[in-house]
C-alpha cells in the first residue's frame, strides 16, 4: 500500500480531497452506451430484455418472471445453516429500521390553525440485486425490509440471468425469506429500465423508487431515469477508512481492510494513523493476510492501487480532518478513546467505534443497513433506512376565525409578489360569510 505523510501539513478540505486516496465512479461516461438500452426496453419491451440478456449473459430462452414455485423451491434446497443466519440478520435489520420511522406530528399555531405532518410509503419499490463477481443475499435482506418497514405495498426484484437460465437460487431464497415473491431475471441497465418504464407482457408494473448497488453501467442507468422515479444513490466501488492510533491491534486493522478489499479490485482501503509503527505493523499484516485469503488477487490489486493507502498524520485533530473531508462509506475507528473522536466527526456514511466493530459486522449482523454513500457523498447522503422510502406531507388545517388572524399579512405579502388572486382567495371566503350574514 502507498503511504502519503501528511504531517505537520495543514490542507483545507478540498485540498484533503484532492490527496486522499478514492475510487472514482464517473457514471457520465457511461451514459451514452446504456441510454439505447434503456431506449430500446422502453420502445419494445420484453423482445429488448431477451435480446440483452442473450448480448451480456450469453443466455437465451428463459423465463424473464421467475415462477412461483422456482421461488420456494431454493428456500427448501437452501442451507438450513444459511437459512438461519439470514433469519437473523432479517430480525435485527427489521428492529434497526423499525426504529427509524419517524412519528407524525401536529403543531398548533392558534385556536383552529393546525399544521401537521405524516409519513408516507410510497406505493412500489424496485429492487436490484447485482450478481457479478459475488451472489448478496444480504443485500436483498437490506433492501426489502426497509422497504417493507416502512409499509411500501408492493416490491419488484430484479437480478441478472445466471447461466442456468434463472436468478441465482440464495438470491430467491432471501427474497422468499423476506416476503418478496414479484422477482425477475434481469440485470444491467435493461432492468433499471424495466423498473422505470414498466414491462407489461411480462406483469412488470413501473415503480416509484429503485434501489440497489451495481455496476457503473447500472449507476448510469439509474442517474438516466432520476426524474421519472427516484433511486437511492449511484453506489460506488466499496471503501473503507480506519482511523488508528498505537493502541490499536495491526491484526485488526488489517483484517478490516482487506475484508472490504476483497469486494472488487476498485474498492478503496485507507489508513489514517498518528503512529508511524502502528502504520508499518499494519502494512506487513495486510501483505501476509494478503497471500493468505481466498481473493488474492482481487484484494492485492485493490490494495496496491492508486485508491487505498496508509495516511501518516500529524495527531487526532488532523485525523478527524482527513475523516470528515473524505466522508468514508464506511469509517472504522480503532483509538483510545474511539467513542469521543467519533463524536467530533460529521461525514461518514457509517461509524464503527471500537476493536469489535469491524465492518463486517455492518455487512451482516450489525442491525444497521449496509447500503451506504460513496464517493464522499456522506458529506450531504445518507444511508438507506426505512426513511428511504417514506415522504413527509404537510396537512393544514384552519378554520375561518383562524384564517381571518392571518389574512391581512397574507395579503400584503401576496402583493408584494405581484400576486393579488392569492390574496382574492382568501377574501372571497370572508365576502361570502359577509353576503350569507346579510342574507334576510
Given at each position: 500500500m502507498q503511504k502519503i505523510d501528511l504531517r505537520g501539513i495543514w490542507l483545507s478540505a478540498a485540498e484533503l480531497r484532492a490527496v486522499v486516496p478514492r475510487a472514482t465512479l464517473d457514471a457520465t461516461a457511461a451514459l451514452g452506451q446504456v441510454q439505447p438500452l434503456l431506449d430500446a426496453v422502453k420502445t419494445q419491451g420484453a423482445a429488448a430484455l431477451y435480446q440483452q440478456a442473450e448480448q451480456f449473459d450469453g443466455v437465451t430462452g428463459h423465463e424473464l418472471r421467475v415462477p412461483q414455485e422456482q421461488i420456494a423451491d431454493a428456500l427448501a434446497a437452501a442451507d438450513p445453516q444459511l437459512i438461519s443466519a439470514l433469519?437473523?440478520?432479517?430480525?435485527?435489520?427489521?428492529?434497526?429500521?423499525?426504529?427509524?420511522?419517524?412519528?407524525?406530528?401536529?403543531?398548533?399555531?392558534?385556536?383552529?390553525?393546525?399544521?401537521?405532518?405524516?409519513?408516507?410509503?410510497?406505493?412500489?419499490?424496485?429492487?436490484?440485486?447485482?450478481?457479478?463477481?459475488?451472489?448478496?443475499?444480504?443485500?436483498?435482506?437490506?433492501?426489502?425490509?426497509?422497504a417493507l418497514t416502512a409499509g411500501v405495498r408492493e416490491l419488484a426484484l430484479v437480478s441478472p440471468v445466471q447461466s442456468h437460465g434463472s436468478v441465482d437460487p440464495t438470491i430467491l431464497a432471501a427474497a422468499a425469506l423476506c416476503g418478496v415473491t414479484e422477482i425477475y431475471a434481469i440485470g444491467g441497465a435493461g432492468a433499471i429500465a424495466a423498473l422505470a418504464y414498466g414491462v407489461p407482457e411480462i406483469g412488470l408494473a413501473p415503480v416509484d423508487i429503485i434501489?440497489?448497488?451495481?455496476?457503473?453501467?447500472?449507476?448510469?442507468?439509474?442517474?438516466a431515469v432520476t426524474g421519472l422515479v427516484g433511486i437511492d444513490s449511484e453506489a460506488g466501488t466499496t471503501e473503507i477508512m480506519v482511523l488508528a492510533d498505537a493502541t490499536a491491534n495491526p491484526e485488526f486493522v488489517a483484517a478490516d481492510l482487506v475484508s472490504q478489499a476483497e469486494h472488487d479490485e476498485?474498492?478503496?482501503?485507507?489508513?489514517?494513523?498518528?503512529?508511524?509503527?502502528?502504520?508499518?505493523?499494519?502494512?506487513?499484516?495486510?501483505?501476509?493476510?494478503?497471500?493468505?485469503?481466498?481473493?488474492?488477487?482481487?484484494?492485492?490489486?485493490?490494495?496496491?492501487?492508486?485508491?487505498?493507502?496508509?495516511?501518516?498524520?500529524?495527531?487526532?485533530?488532523?485525523?478527524?480532518?482527513v475523516a470528515d473531508a473524505y466522508a468514508a462509506e464506511h469509517l472504522a475507528i480503532q483509538t483510545a478513546d474511539a467513542a469521543k473522536l467519533a463524536a467530533a466527526i460529521s461525514n461518514?456514511?457509517?461509524?464503527?467505534?471500537?476493536?469489535?466493530?469491524?465492518?463486517?459486522?455492518?455487512?451482516?449482523?450489525?442491525?444497521?443497513?449496509?447500503?451506504?454513500?460513496?464517493?464522499?457523498?456522506?458529506?450531504?447522503?445518507?444511508?438507506?433506512?426505512?426513511?428511504?422510502?417514506?415522504?413527509?406531507?404537510?396537512?393544514?388545517?384552519?378554520?375561518?376565525?383562524?384564517?381571518?388572524?392571518?389574512?391581512?399579512?397574507?395579503?400584503?405579502?401576496?402583493?408584494?409578489?405581484?400576486?393579488?388572486?392569492?390574496?382574492?382567495?382568501?377574501?372571497?371566503?370572508?365576502?361570502?360569510?359577509?353576503?350569507?350574514?346579510?342574507?334576510?
Open positions: 433469519q437473523e440478520m432479517i430480525r435485527r435489520v427489521t428492529a434497526a429500521s423499525k426504529a427509524q420511522v419517524p412519528a407524525a406530528t401536529t403543531t398548533v399555531l392558534a385556536d383552529g390553525a393546525t399544521v401537521s405532518q405524516r409519513w408516507q410509503p410510497v406505493h412500489r419499490v424496485g429492487l436490484y440485486v447485482p450478481g457479478g463477481k459475488a451472489v448478496y443475499p444480504s443485500s436483498v435482506v437490506m433492501n426489502a425490509v426497509a434501489t440497489g448497488p451495481g455496476n457503473i453501467f447500472v449507476a448510469a442507468a439509474k442517474r476498485a474498492a478503496a482501503a485507507v489508513l489514517v494513523t498518528d503512529a508511524p509503527e502502528l502504520a508499518d505493523a499494519v502494512a506487513a499484516a495486510v501483505v501476509r493476510r494478503t497471500a493468505e485469503t481466498p481473493h488474492s488477487a482481487r484484494v492485492q490489486t485493490a490494495l496496491n492501487g492508486p485508491q487505498s493507502g496508509i495516511i501518516l498524520v500529524t495527531d487526532t485533530a488532523q485525523m478527524i480532518a461518514a456514511g457509517a461509524l464503527f467505534i471500537g476493536p469489535h466493530s469491524p465492518v463486517s459486522l455492518g455487512d451482516y449482523m450489525a442491525g444497521s443497513n449496509h447500503v451506504l454513500p460513496t464517493g464522499g457523498t456522506g458529506r450531504f447522503a445518507a444511508g438507506l433506512g426505512a426513511h428511504t422510502f417514506l415522504r413527509p406531507q404537510q396537512i393544514i388545517d384552519y378554520n375561518a376565525a383562524a384564517l381571518q388572524q392571518v389574512a391581512a399579512p397574507l395579503a400584503t405579502i401576496a402583493l408584494a409578489e405581484g400576486l393579488p388572486a392569492h390574496s382574492e382567495a382568501v377574501q372571497t371566503r370572508f365576502k361570502a360569510t359577509r353576503q350569507e350574514d346579510s342574507t334576510p
